[in-house]
């Protein structure tokens, strides 16, 4: 197992060129409610051809409405598009940011527009989910296909071409920043538990998907539930040796919607919570692994749901942040970036690819993905181009 870097670098070696080919970043994220209005519709275009009951949706829109009809979503990604403007502009690096999301404004066709309009014909996207799976990785490419052929008729580009080209950097989840960035937060969220406390016990969080999209994530290379056991067990061995004291774990999941009789992955965190106190255990960190920020799904279903869950069990539970814009995850981001360019370089100039750096036992996943890869279900075709891929239409 290969331990996250302490000290990343803040220039990888070897790239004189920058970011070329590209000329501008595409900040990709879900998108959420900005007041009360916006929330219904929000969550139509969240769920359009979904199978989720109205029961779900109706007790969702309480989450937002509980927060004002806001969702802190856009502010977070607001603060790590300056974030990843500022460490671009510190490395000499000067593209412009732009930032879109899938399901509400921004979208990612005004966001590409605006690129458009500023010159930028090849774009390289980050997407603000880490691993790989139909919702963090496919979805988004099916979306930036759509974009594209939008942005195509609103500039009048021939049929059937695309007025830009979009790359995207490979799903992060087993980067080095990344990786840093979970363990300095579990070691703060450690660092915060009175010395004469019960020594907690690590409880690694994220969103759960259904059974039959954690199947159809494994052509990626490892399925999304390996993914995130893969940097768990890297986190948990680096918080260890950081605080020189052994570390017990385990994954959870939250945030379950679809209907009841479809298995999705388990067990919800509160399950877990009860199934922790039912053994014993009185106090627990929570460190939600799945997501890049602390936005509605932590907001809600952690910090207001299974703290009171463990409060009703008698247990102590202190929630670790999520990575936001903590120094390690924005550098690791650039030099993913970085990272991109010179595999776009190395690709056109029929060169070797430059090395590409991981933490855990999982190897670099692919920077343009597999045909087929990452689908709603194992070997059903949606129908539906991609970007970002080998598909033929792509
Ligand atoms: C894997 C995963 C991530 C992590 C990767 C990533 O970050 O992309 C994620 C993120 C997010 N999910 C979010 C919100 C929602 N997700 C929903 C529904 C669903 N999520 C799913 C999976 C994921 N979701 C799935 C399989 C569904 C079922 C329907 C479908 O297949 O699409 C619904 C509908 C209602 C409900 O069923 O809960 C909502 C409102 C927000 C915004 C929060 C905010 O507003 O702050 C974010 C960042
Ligand atoms: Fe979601």
């Not at 331990?3 to 920058?18: I, Y």
């Not at 570390?247 to 919607?257: G, I």
């Not at 919570?273 to 890049?292: C, D, W």
Request: glycine content about 8%.
């Amino acid at each position: 197992m290969t331990p996250p870097t302490t000290e990343l670098p803040s220039v990888p070696p070897g790239d004189p060129a920058g970011l070329a080919p590209y000329d501008a970043v595409l900040l990709f994220s879900f998108g959420g409610p900005n007041g009360p209005d916006d929330v219904l519709p929000f969550l139509r275009n969240v769920t359009a051809g979904k199978n989720i009951p109205d029961e779900r949706l109706a007790e969702v829109a309480e989450h937002y409405h509980h927060f004002g009809g806001r969702s802190p979503i856009n502010e977070q990604n607001l603060a790590l598009r300056a974030a990843l403007q500022a460490e671009l502009e510190r490395r000499g690096l000067d593209v412009p940011v732009v930032w879109g999301n899938r399901n509400w404004t921004p979208y990612t066709t005004d966001a590409l527009a605006e690129a458009y309009a500023a010159g930028a014909r090849r774009v390289v996207a980050v997407v603000t989910s880490a691993y790989s799976s139909y919702s963090g990785c496919r979805q988004y490419r099916e979306n930036l296909w759509t974009a594209l052929s939008d942005l195509a008729t609103r500039v009048g580009a021939p049929e059937g071409t695309h007025p830009m080209a979009v790359d995207k950097v490979r799903s992060y989840f087993n980067h080095p920043g990344f990786v840093q960035a979970n363990v300095d937060a579990v070691v703060e969220a450690y660092q915060g538990v009175a010395a004469d406390a019960a020594w907690p016990r690590l409880v690694f969080v994220t969103h759960s998907i259904p059974d039959t999209m954690e199947e159809a994530s494994v052509v990626a290379g490892a399925s999304y539930r390996e993914q995130h056991l893969d940097v768990a067990r890297t986190v948990a061995a680096a918080v260890a040796e950081r605080l020189g004291r052994e570390v017990e774990w385990d994954l959870a999941f939250c945030s379950r919607s679809g209907p009841p009789s479809q298995p999705w992955l388990e067990p919800d965190v509160n399950d877990h919570l009860g199934t922790l106190a039912a053994a014993g255990t009185t106090s627990v960190v929570l460190s939600p692994i799945g997501f890049v920020s602390d936005h509605m799904e932590v907001a809600f279903d952690l910090d207001t749901e299974a703290l009171e869950t463990a409060q009703e069990l008698g247990m102590t539970a202190v929630r670790a942040d999520s990575v936001g814009v903590r120094e390690a995850f924005v550098r690791g981001l650039v030099d993913l970036l970085v990272e991109r360019a010179a595999i776009a370089r190395a690709d056109a100039a029929g060169l070797p690819r430059p090395a590409e750096a991981t933490a855990g036992d999982l190897p670099a996943f692919r920077s343009v993905c597999a045909p087929g890869c990452c689908r709603m279900r194992a070997g059903v075709d949606s129908g539906r181009p991609a970007a970002c891929s080998t598909d033929p239409w792509s």
